[in-house]
């Protein structure tokens, strides 16, 4: 099957209708991915995800009654809120997937409230209405709860019945989309200079830099000059979705392009530039991987600090501020440096100057670097699922020891005589009311339940011979130091430092 997006050819100029783009919105494992798997099954551009999660934004193109929809699937974890919230902004429709078997969940509502404020007219997906304890009224009534009123209970909203599994309601789907895409119909210049949004980059260790590409007005085309706000660069090659190389990319088209110096950042828009000077002068460009930290770290605290590197600018994003948000009431995660590719020898070298840990999300360890980081005793971790990454962050938060120097109070005396009195010392004699009283403890002196000051034991004796304890009901004598003069009837509090070891919880 192939996209009608071929209509546009170098011929094409002017104002025309573009196709519009879909959003998909909805809770984790409610059905979105099978969902866009079933309508684009003849593209079989779908691959596993790990652990069966959506973890990228991902675009492409269908075809269906010869027009074209270009949908966008995002993340359903409450991590990729960011993504999700950012795939509404560029979207014409969305799509909300809810389970008919669970109803409304966090995230579809959250889906809402980002559909709602994107101002995108919404269509209902009531997926899993293949499943027996499927409950298609109850759903209904839990969306009317958070003012999505479908037709089919007084209000505007379509709502369409699917199941991924049995292919059910997915024509019906599409032509709902279609409808209101008509109803909407969204124009564009094919004369005006290109521009449009970043959907996802990642490093290939082959290529350099790639860059998926939404293109929302003009056209991209081979040799054009291209600039975000982090990166810039010419396009040196241009694919469709499929990977088939393209001349030109025009509205609502996902390109991936490659040609970029730096990897762009995930949601910045971009233009075409008559030159690479007109780019650098536009932009400031802030290069993506350097280190980042969201939070203030109090002076002083316990820090976990990790080299975060991964496959994609959109993991990046999601994961350093998933991360910095782990609670850090006693552990506080600091980002020494983050990046998109595989984990090298600067990442070692880094990680070593810094005494961090290094934490890949699905990527590969240079072999020299691998080698490198057992050479110098560095901790590499790599992950495929989001889930286990962080629950292991958290593990080492657990782990992570907090020494503190604590004072421990031992015991009080009674001072029953005073023996000998020198320039800065004193010879006394007492009886321990409370607790103990240890050879190396300080002291406080008190007379009248007033602080004078502190001092310190030279000396211990108990019947006139050297000892290190003193228990309470003991008389002894204490060789003092200290420039508090004291005196017969004073009190003196006893007490030591001590290095306190807690485990403290992430």
């Known amino acids: 099957m192939a996209t009608s997006n071929t209509q546009h050819t170098d011929a094409d100029h002017g104002i025309q209708t573009r196709p519009p783009v879909v959003v998909v919105l909805g809770h984790v494992d409610h059905g979105k991915s099978s969902l866009l798997e079933a309508i684009r099954e003849d593209f079989k551009i779908t691959s596993k995800e790990s652990g069966g999660i959506t973890q990228h934004m991902g675009a492409y193109v269908v075809e269906y009654q010869g027009k074209s929809i270009t949908f966008l699937d995002t993340p359903g974890h409450e991590a990729f809120s960011a993504m ?300 495929d699922v989001i889930y286990d990454l962080i629950q292991r962050v958290r593990t080492w938060m657990e782990q992570e020891i907090v020494q503190e120097l604590v004072t421990v109070d031992l015991g009080t005396l009674s001072v029953l005589a005073v023996f000998r009195t020198e320039k800065s010392r004193q010879i006394i004699g007492g009886k321990v009311t409370e607790g103990e009283v240890r050879k190396k403890s300080q002291m406080k002196i008190f007379r009248s339940e007033a602080e004078l000051g502190t001092g310190k034991i030279i000396n211990l004796q108990k019947d006139k011979k050297d000892t290190e304890v003193v228990q309470k009901g003991e008389e002894c004598g204490i060789l003092y130091e200290g420039p508090v003069k004291i005196q017969q009837g004073d009190v003196i509090k006893f007490s030591i430092q001590e290095l306190s070891i807690r485990k403290v919880s992430g």
Not at 234 to 248: C, H, I, P
Not at 274 to 299: K, N
Not at 354 to 366: M, P, S
Request: net charge negative.
């Open 84 to 383: 999700r919230e950012r795939g509404a902004n560029v979207a014409d429709i969305a799509v909300l997937v809810v389970a008919a078997d669970e109803g409304v969940k966090p995230q579809t509502k959250e889906a809402i409230g980002q559909a709602k404020k994107a101002g995108l007219p919404l269509i209902v997906a009531l997926n899993k209405m293949d499943k027996p304890e499927a409950n298609p009224e109850r759903t209904k009534q839990e969306l009317a709860q958070e003012e999505i009123f479908v037709e089919s209970f007084g209000g505007k909203v379509p709502c369409i019945e699917t199941s991924a599994t049995a292919k059910k309601g997915i024509s019906e789907l599409l032509e709902m989309i279609l409808l209101m895409a008509d109803l909407e119909r969204k124009s564009v210049d094919l004369d005006k200079v290109g521009e449009g949004v970043v959907i996802e980059s990642s490093m290939s260790a082959r290529r350099g830099p790639l860059a998926t590409l939404l293109v929302q007005n003009g056209s991209v085309r081979i040799g054009d000059v291209v600039g975000t706000r982090s990166a810039m660069g010419k396009v040196r090659t241009l694919q469709d979705f499929q990977g088939e190389s393209l001349a030109a990319g025009f509205p609502a088209m996902p390109v991936l392009i490659v040609g970029f110096e730096e990897c762009p950042q995930v949601g910045e828009t971009f233009g075409v530039f008559e030159s690479e000077e007109a780019a650098r002068a536009q932009f400031v460009v802030s290069p993506l991987g350097r280190p980042t930290q969201a939070i203030d770290i109090p002076q002083g605290a316990k820090t976990l600090d990790l080299v975060l590197k991964v496959d994609v600018a959109g993991s990046l994003e999601v994961l350093e501020s998933t991360l910095l948000l782990l609670p850090q009431e006693n552990v506080f995660v600091r980002l020494v440096g983050t990046g998109v590719g595989v984990i090298g020898d600067k990442d070692v070298r880094l990680a070593q100057g810094t005494h961090a840990r290094i934490i890949g999300f699905r990527v590969q360890t240079d072999p020299t670097a691998g080698d490198l980081a057992q050479r110098e005793g560095i901790v590499i971790e790599t992950f």
